[in-house]
Every structure is written in structure tokens, then in C-alpha cells.
Nanobody, 123 residues
């Protein structure tokens, strides 16, 4: 069974940067994606990348500040720059066995999830 483990969360001041990493225990399928969630709100798709299709997608809310990459066929990174307090959330990585996983970045298209890592941005 595929397992995903996120790392790299933490606390940072506004304007700072963090890099999240997601390590998969095996084949990831069509996509790896990053999502975030704050209590009381729906999970938001942040970025997705497909080694199968050679494509990626970044949510408008983070475009120009966040980048997603595949370090190898089992590790994805989310580089987050110029962070703001609105980026404070628990961040999850996920893997998708569905072909339509790149865009839009929808949580229902992802079937394996990591445990999440907290990102806190102070003003």
C-alpha cells in the first residue's frame, strides 16, 4: 500500500520561504498534488504535477509564489516563497490514480494522502 510522508513544515514570518517535501513509498500513479486546509474550510488544491503527462498546475491563489517539482519518481517538493499569513494551514500531499488529476486540482481525484504538515506564517 502506497504511503506518503510530508516534511518541511514549520513557522516563518511573512515574506519568508519554506520547502515542503513529500516522499512516496512506491509508484505514485498519474499525479502528485499538494493541498492545504484550515479548520472549518474545505481542502484547497494548491499544486499538482504529473510525471505521466509531463504537466503541472498551480492554483491562482499561490501562482508566482509557489512552485511544484518532482525530485525523482517518488518525491515531490513544494517551494513556497513570499509567504503571507493567509498561507497558514495544514498542508497535505496526495497521489492520484486518476488520469484527470492535473487540472483542476480537486481532492476527490486523489486517493492516497499523507498525514499533513503544519505551516504557520506570522505577520
Amino acid at each position: 500500500q502506497l504511503r506518503l510522508v510530508e516534511s518541511g513544515g514549520g513557522s516563518v514570518q511573512a515574506g519568508g520561504s519554506l520547502k515542503l517535501t513529500c516522499a512516496a513509498s512506491g509508484y505514485i500513479g498519474y499525479c502528485m498534488g499538494w493541498f492545504r486546509q484550515v479548520p472549518g474550510k474545505p481542502r484547497e488544491g494548491v499544486a499538482s504535477i504529473s510525471p505521466h503527462f509531463g504537466s503541472q498546475s498551480i492554483a491562482d491563489s499561490v501562482k508566482g509564489r509557489f512552485t511544484i517539482s518532482l525530485d525523482n519518481d517518488r518525491t515531490s517538493s513544494l517551494q513556497m516563497n513570499n509567504l503571507t499569513p493567509d498561507d497558514t494551514a495544514t498542508y497535505f500531499c496526495a497521489a492520484s490514480a486518476y488520469r484527470d488529476c492535473v487540472q483542476p486540482i480537486r481532492s476527490e481525484k486523489y486517493n492516497v494522502w499523507g498525514q499533513g504538515t503544519q505551516v504557520t506564517v506570522s505577520s
